[in-house]
């Protein structure tokens, strides 16, 4: 199992400004998932963060817009640039090892919450 | 696009009784289905993973059908308890270790 942290765990920030949000696993994972959750809503995966590559953006989230870095295999950050109102939500991290025969588990961070004003 | 459905509703059930919630998805059979259970202000936790060749996986007060032919999960929890009372999300697997999840069906179990 793996327990994950995140910083800051809510902000309000004003329009046109950047937030990093950061993860940090407990041991060292292959994979680093960044997800947003409306209230409500189910989870959207923005993007895969893997150590030594650039992250695989998922459909209409740029690199611009949500820079990630991971540079090592138990932390991550995500940048949400230039805010707008739309970008307030719960912006969570979570982390998992493929393999066949295993649980495909997702061990996920207790979450961001962002509000843009 | 594969989506989920799950009911938007809330259940409402007495503490002893069965809860049983349904995930429908709309496109092909994912190779498994995962279930996670949500608290509030917290990120979702892992339950139970069912493969697409399994029809039923058991885990204590835990049960999970999966149906490839009705493209339906069922979850359910026996013997239900107020501390069940949760979000639970339905999650399908998309390749590559990718999932997409359900919005998730609220739970009360009252005592």
């Known amino acids: 199992s793996a327990v994950i942290s995140q910083k800051p765990s809510r902000d309000i920030c004003q329009r046109g400004t950047s937030l990093t949000i950061q993860c940090q696993v407990d041991?060292?994972?292959?994979?680093m998932f960044w997800y947003r959750q409306q209230p409500g809503q189910s989870l959207t995966l923005i993007a895969t963060?893997?150590?030594?590559?650039?992250?695989?953006?998922e459909s209409g989230f740029v690199i611009d817009k949500f820079p990630i870095s991971r540079p090592n295999l138990t932390f991550s950050t995500l940048t949400v640039s230039n805010m707008s109102p739309e970008d307030s939500s719960i912006y969570l991290c979570?982390?998992?090892?493929?393999?066949?025969?295993?649980?495909?588990?997702?061990?996920f961070g207790p979450g961001t919450r962002l509000t843009v004003l | 696009s594969q989506k989920i459905e799950q009911n938007s509703e809330a259940l409402n059930i007495q503490e002893g009784k069965t809860a049983t919630l349904t995930c429908n998805y709309t496109n092909y059979s994912p190779a498994y289905l995962q279930w996670y259970r949500q608290d509030p202000g917290r990120g979702p936790v892992f339950l139970l993973l069912?493969?697409?060749?399994?029809k039923e996986k058991r885990k204590e007060r835990l049960k999970v059908t999966f149906d490839t032919t009705l493209k339906q999960s069922l979850f359910h929890i026996t013997a239900s308890q107020p501390a069940d009372s949760a979000t639970y999300l339905c999650a399908l697997d998309t390749g590559g270790f990718k999932t997409i999840f359900g919005a998730g069906t609220r739970l009360f179990v009252k005592a």
């Open positions: 041991s060292q994972v292959t994979m």
């Open positions: 069912i493969r697409e060749n399994e």
């Open positions: 979570s982390a998992g090892e493929p393999g066949t025969g295993g649980t495909h588990e997702q061990f």
């Open positions: 963060a893997n150590q030594g590559s650039e992250a695989t953006y």
